[in-house]
């Protein structure tokens, strides 16, 4: 029988420098120096960690938040840009995959962005949430199908969505259709109370039985100094509080090392990747288990944009996003191939 192949995970909870986007990049790089110290091949970080999660828009009415929202603007992260840089250039030091939440700033949107850099330092995959949730959608636009993608990585194949996205069944099952072997999830936390870390358990436990997969579960925190900055007021503060569960999962639903739930903290422990197969020999829920001719999904992965060229000549000004999905259409044969868990739209 040939050895276990042991991958080396790390999970971060971790809490911002709150209204400064290098203060929050220079803790992220401390850490991936400091996981390197320890071996690790992939290290995960909290959703939107930079510059920070937008936390004032969850105790606070719109009308009330334009200060905030606009100096949020000031700290988001382009992408390419001098923040990305930095963490590839780490990545590529340790070859160690990187997947670093950001609130992304695309001309005039802000979107909850996913990165993935792989061991050489190549941004992978950039994703963004593809519904905002609740007060959410004030500060984030919508992303799109063309993120719900696994890479393939020295680790294995890495997939990731963030926080609520997990309860989009059929978004779970894009990326376990594309044999997700590793899930990398991520979580504000310091939000809602205790309910919503028991909630968060449960979620990222049953996404590892079903898709047969390592979860990796990351969730920021915030300080009582930072609780205080944000509101005065006791009562608001009390839902800032909680809602930290940073773990690692086995594809067998099983915790590998007791889960932080407050503080800052870093998980190291070691994946057996034959775990996988252990469980997807019993139950693999997108091939001996599925019945793709009665139950499949349908995924329209091209990138969305506001304008399509049905010319040749291009725009000047078109956003990454934008200028690689331009004038595309919907396959008519699409509803005609074979029975399969996963049909894209071409």
Same mark, same amino acid.
Request: hydrophobic residues 40%; negative net charge.
């Given at each position: 029988?040939s050895?276990?192949?042991?991958i080396?995970?790390?999970?971060?909870?971790?809490?911002?420098?709150?209204?400064e986007?290098?203060?929050?990049?220079h803790?992220v790089l401390?850490?991936?120096?400091?996981?390197?110290?320890?071996g690790?091949?992939?290290i995960?970080?909290?959703?939107?960690?930079?510059?920070?999660?937008?936390?004032?828009s969850?105790?606070?009415p719109?009308?009330?938040?334009?200060?905030?929202?606009?100096?949020?603007?000031?700290h988001a992260v382009?992408?390419p %840009?001098?923040?990305?840089?930095?963490?590839?250039?780490?990545?590529?030091?340790?070859?160690?995959?990187?997947?670093?939440?950001?609130n992304?700033?695309?001309?005039g949107?802000i979107?909850?962005?996913?990165l993935?850099?792989?061991?050489?330092?190549?941004l992978?995959?950039?994703?963004?949430?593809?519904?905002?949730?609740?007060?959410?959608?004030m500060v984030w636009g919508?992303g799109?199908?063309?993120?719900?993608?696994?890479v393939?990585?020295?680790? %294995?194949?890495? &997939?990731?969505?963030?926080?609520? =996205?997990h309860?989009?069944?059929?978004?779970r099952y894009?990326?376990?259709a594309?044999?997700? =072997?590793i899930?990398?999830?991520?979580?504000p936390?310091?939000l809602?109370?205790?309910?919503?870390?028991?909630q968060?358990?449960?979620?990222?436990?049953?996404?590892?039985?079903?898709? %047969?997969?390592?979860?990796?579960?990351?969730?920021?925190?915030l300080?009582?100094?930072?609780?205080?900055?944000?509101?005065? =007021?006791?009562?608001?503060?009390?839902a800032?509080?909680?809602?930290?569960?940073?773990?690692i999962?086995?594809?067998?639903?099983?915790?590998?090392?007791?889960?932080?739930? =407050?503080?800052?903290?870093?998980l190291?422990?070691?994946?057996?990747?034959?775990?996988i197969?252990?469980?997807k020999r019993?139950m693999?829920?997108?091939?001996?288990?599925a019945?793709?001719?009665l139950?499949?999904?349908r995924?329209?992965?091209?990138?969305?944009a506001p304008?399509?060229l049905l010319?040749?000549? &291009?725009l000047?000004g078109?956003?990454p996003?934008?200028?690689?999905?331009?004038g595309?259409?919907?396959?008519?044969?699409?509803?005609?191939l074979?029975?399969?868990?996963?049909?894209r739209?071409?």
């Open positions: 029988m050895q276990p192949r042991i080396k995970a790390a999970a971060v909870q971790i809490s911002p420098v709150l209204n986007a290098e203060g929050t990049l803790k401390d850490r991936i120096d400091a996981a390197a110290r320890q690790v091949q992939i995960v970080f909290p959703e939107t960690f930079v510059p920070y999660y937008p936390y004032f969850f105790i606070r719109p009308m009330a938040s334009g200060a905030e929202h606009m100096a949020l603007y000031e382009v992408v %840009g001098p923040v990305t840089e930095a963490v590839a250039q780490r990545a590529r030091q340790h070859g160690m995959v990187v997947v670093l939440g950001v992304e700033r695309d001309h949107t979107y909850n962005t996913q993935i850099f792989d061991e050489t330092g190549t992978r995959l950039r994703r963004r949430k593809i519904t905002p949730t609740f007060h959410e959608r919508q799109d199908g063309s993120g719900l993608k696994v393939d990585t020295a680790v %294995g194949r890495v &997939g990731a969505l963030a926080c609520w =996205e309860y989009n069944p059929l978004a894009a990326l376990m594309q044999h997700e =072997e899930h990398c999830a991520q979580f936390g310091s809602v109370g205790p309910i919503f870390a028991d968060m358990e449960v979620t990222i436990r049953h996404h590892a039985l079903e898709s %047969g997969c390592f979860v990796i579960n990351s969730t920021g925190w300080t009582d100094e930072q609780i205080q900055s944000i509101t005065p =007021e006791p009562g608001l503060q009390r800032l509080r909680g809602g930290c569960c940073t773990a999962v086995s594809p067998e639903g099983v915790h590998l090392a007791p889960p932080l739930k =407050e503080g800052e903290g870093m190291v422990v070691d994946l057996d990747m034959s775990l197969t252990k469980r019993m693999d829920s997108v091939g001996h288990y019945r793709p001719e139950l499949s999904l995924l329209d992965d091209r990138p969305t304008v399509h010319g040749g000549a &291009g000047e078109l956003s996003s934008m200028s690689t999905g331009l595309t259409a919907a396959s008519p044969e699409a509803s005609a074979a029975p399969a868990p996963l049909t739209v071409a």
